[in-house]
T-cell receptor, first 117, second 111 residues
Framework: DTAVSQTPKYLVTQMGNDKSIKCEQNLGHDTMYWYKQDSKKFLKIMFSYNNKELIINETVPNRFSPKSPDKAHLNLHINSLELGDSAVYFC????????????????FGPGTRLLVL | RKEVEQDPGPFNVPEGATVAFNCTYSNSASQSFFWYRQDCRKEPKLLMSVYSSGNEDGRFTAQLNRASQYISLLIRDSKLSDSATYLCAVNMGGGYQKVTFGTGTKLQVIP
C-alpha cells in the first residue's frame, strides 16, 4: 500500500548513458513533482505536473525530460548523463488545493540514488 | 538573499532539552509554510504545517512571524528519536504549488 513509489531505488551508470526513473502514486493526487537533492542535501524542485500538464519547469538542462502518461505517473528521462547529475532524485505528489491549505502537503517517494561514474 | 534560509547546524542537544530552529523567507507574499523531517537516507516527511496563529502538536510547536518573515519550530523534551534534519518549506504563492525548501537544520540529540 505504498503511497508514492519510485524505481529503481539505486542507479549506477556511466557518463554519457541515458536512463529513466519511474514514479507512481496511488493517493489520487492531481499534482506530481521531481526534486533533486544534491550532496549538500539541498532539495530543489525540477518539474511539476498537474493532471498530466507541465506547470513548473525550473532551470534544468534539457537533457532532463519529464513525462506524465496519466496523473498517477511521472517519469524522468535523463540523456547523456554527467558526473554532476549524481544525486538523490525524489518524486512527490500533492492534492491540488487552495493556497494555505493542509492539502498542499507533499508526499515523497523513497528516492532514487543516482551515481554517475 | 536566499528564498528560504536555515541554519544548517548541527544542533547537538542532550535528551530532555528544548531546542528551537528558525527559518527565514524572502517573499512577503508567501502563502503557506511547513516543517518537514528527513531522516538519514530517507525521504522528507511532513512534520507539521505552520498556521498564522501558531500551532502545537505534542512536543512540537510551530510559529509564523509574517512581519519579520520567519517561521520557527520548537521541540520540547527532546528524544533520541528526534535526531534528524528539519527542513522548512514555503509556498511562494503565485498560483501553483511551488514549494521552496530550505537546506535543512540537522539535529542530533545525545544521551
Amino acid at each position: 500500500d505504498t503511497a508514492v513509489s519510485q524505481t529503481p531505488k539505486y542507479l549506477v551508470t556511466q557518463m554519457g548513458n541515458d536512463k529513466s526513473i519511474k514514479c507512481e502514486q496511488n493517493l489520487g493526487h492531481d499534482t506530481m513533482y521531481w526534486y533533486k537533492q544534491d550532496s549538500k542535501k539541498f532539495l530543489k524542485i525540477m518539474f511539476s505536473y498537474n493532471n498530466k500538464e507541465l506547470i513548473i519547469n525550473e532551470t534544468v538542462p534539457n537533457r532532463f525530460s519529464p513525462k506524465s502518461p496519466d496523473k498517477a505517473h511521472l517519469n524522468l528521462h535523463i540523456n547523456s548523463l554527467e558526473l554532476g547529475d549524481s544525486a538523490v532524485y525524489f518524486c512527490a505528489s500533492s492534492q491540488e488545493g487552495l493556497a494555505g491549505g493542509y492539502e498542499e502537503t507533499q508526499y515523497f517517494g523513497p528516492g532514487t540514488r543516482l551515481l554517475v561514474l | 538573499r536566499k528564498e528560504v534560509e536555515q541554519d544548517p547546524g548541527p544542533f547537538n542537544v542532550p535528551e530532555g532539552a528544548t531546542v528551537a530552529f528558525n527559518c527565514t523567507y524572502s517573499n512577503s507574499a508567501s502563502q503557506s509554510f511547513f516543517w518537514y523531517r528527513q531522516d538519514c537516507r530517507k525521504e522528507p516527511k511532513l512534520l507539521m504545517s505552520v498556521y498564522s496563529s501558531g500551532n502545537e502538536d505534542g512536543r512540537f510547536t510551530a510559529q509564523l512571524n509574517r512581519a519579520s518573515q520567519y517561521i520557527s519550530l520548537l521541540i520540547r523534551d527532546s528524544k533520541l528519536s528526534d535526531s534528524a534534519t528539519y527542513l522548512c518549506a514555503v509556498n511562494m504563492g503565485g498560483g501553483y504549488q511551488k514549494v521552496t525548501f530550505g537546506t535543512g537544520t540537522k539535529l542530533q540529540v545525545i544521551p
